[in-house]
């Protein structure tokens, strides 16, 4: 009864370790994304990111994260990373009238229909977008 006690009490310290650090990563004002709720923060590889939803694939994506070099990405409450895409049907990469004229194709997502070009997390397989452009 004694070693019961002991193991599911300690189970307790644990759910509540964890519950302690996903409320360190979001929804407080020192924590690396304030205004991210909960379930927006997924750790990648040991990095917390905070994603969004591809209402395409139905799948979060990471858009920001907090990597040992600082934050990669760009914040999904801000529009300073965004660029209007040129007239017309010109490449979204790769030409002086596209979108990302410097980047390389690999480097271009579409997240919820609008391309976006990306950069790798060190230590990690995911891209998170750095500048997209406008519909």
């Given at each position: 009864?004694?070693?019961?006690?002991?193991?599911?009490?300690?189970?307790?310290?644990?759910?509540?370790?964890?519950?302690?650090?996903?409320?360190?990563?979001?929804?407080?004002?020192?924590s690396p994304f304030p205004n991210a709720a909960p379930h927006e923060i997924q750790?990648?590889?040991?990095?917390?990111?905070?994603?969004?939803?591809?209402?395409?694939?139905?799948?979060?994506?990471?858009?920001?994260?907090?990597?040992?070099?600082?934050?990669?990405?760009?914040?999904?409450?801000?529009?300073?990373?965004?660029?209007?895409?040129p007239a017309g049907q010109a490449p979204v990469s790769g030409t002086p009238a596209?979108?990302f004229p410097t980047a390389a194709p690999h480097e271009i997502r579409v997240i919820?229909?609008?391309?976006?070009?990306?950069?790798?997390?060190?230590?990690?397989?995911?891209?998170?977008?750095?500048?997209?452009?406008?519909?």
């Open positions: 009864m004694k070693t019961t006690a002991i193991i599911a009490g300690a189970g307790l310290m644990m759910l509540g370790a964890l519950g302690q650090a996903q409320a360190q990563v979001s929804g407080t004002p020192g750790t990648i590889n040991g990095v917390p990111c905070r994603t969004i939803l591809d209402r395409e694939s139905n799948q979060r994506i990471p858009v920001q994260c907090a990597s040992p070099t600082g934050m990669i990405g760009m914040d999904p409450t801000t529009t300073g990373s965004v660029l209007m895409a596209s979108a919820n229909g609008v391309p976006c070009r990306t950069v790798l997390v060190q230590g990690t397989d995911q891209r998170v977008p750095v500048e997209c452009a406008s519909r």
